[in-house]
């Protein structure tokens, strides 16, 4: 199971949101770049980057998603406001698709099959219903159904988060995980929640027939100091 720690962009800093309420904002650092190298003399080998500013249309961060891509010697994995391939093009690793999946499912399909294995497919959901918009906006539609619809396209993997645990560090959703791996043969990303190295080790003994969770997304807890990027890395390795 792959690690990713994770970076949330807003303004140009390091931030963290309580259960993806953006009045509920925590900051810690206004060197992005930094954060990222640290990780990687951690011997990370992933950096999750999401753009809050570019995922409610109201600003980008572009410019340090470019940054942390050429200079922090990680690969990088990057959503909030993509829309098509031009950060692959920029040095970015993969690119996460979100609200234009949900609302424009075409021009997604048609960039994953531009980007073979390139474009991941983020679905945020509280109690099932994924939201778009920086989270703020109700879908209507299903976790599942939005997977099907995806299912047979050469992405990278879905990456899931229940937003309802993001930030809290109280545990991931681990049942949610398994039902997952039981409906889909797609490679599943898990986001939201790991307060603790317990946690973590939830999610790599989640097997499913022989299948395993492709990765863990983690923001909070390593900002917090519940635990090391080098301790995190001997649960997944």
């Not at 963290?16 to 060197?31: I, K």
């Not at 997977?147 to 988060?161: G, L, N, P, S």
């Not at 027939?209 to 807890?221: C, E, F, H, M, W």
């Amino acid at each position: 199971m792959e690690l990713y720690p994770a970076i949330d962009l807003r303004r140009g800093r390091c931030v963290r949101l309580y259960q993806g309420d953006f009045d509920q904002e925590t900051v810690y650092g206004d060197d992005p770049v930094a954060v990222a190298k640290s990780f990687a003399a951690a011997g990370a080998r992933w950096v999750h980057v999401v753009d809050l500013d570019a995922s409610r249309r109201d600003g980008s961060n572009r410019d340090l998603v470019e940054r942390v891509a050429r200079e922090s010697g990680l690969s990088v994995q990057t959503g909030g406001g993509v829309r098509d391939g031009s950060l692959l093009d920029a040095g970015v690793q993969r690119v996460v698709l979100g609200s234009v999946a949900v609302e424009e499912p075409e021009l997604a399909l048609a960039l994953a099959a531009r980007h073979p294995a390139r474009v991941a497919i983020g679905l945020d959901h509280r109690d099932g219903e994924v939201r778009t918009r920086g989270w703020e906006e109700a879908s209507g539609r299903r976790l599942l159904d939005l997977i099907a619809q995806f299912e047979t396209a050469d992405i990278a993997a879905f990456i899931v988060t229940d937003i309802s645990r993001d930030g809290v560090l109280e545990g991931p959703d681990v049942a949610g995980y398994i039902e997952l791996l039981s409906a889909t043969s797609a490679p599943i990303i898990a986001s939201g929640g790991v307060g603790t190295l317990d946690h973590l080790r939830q999610l790599a003994a989640v097997d499913v027939d022989g299948r395993r969770l492709d990765g863990a997304i983690v923001g909070k807890a390593i900002y917090e100091g519940a635990f090391t990027v080098e301790e995190a890395l001997r649960i997944v390795s």
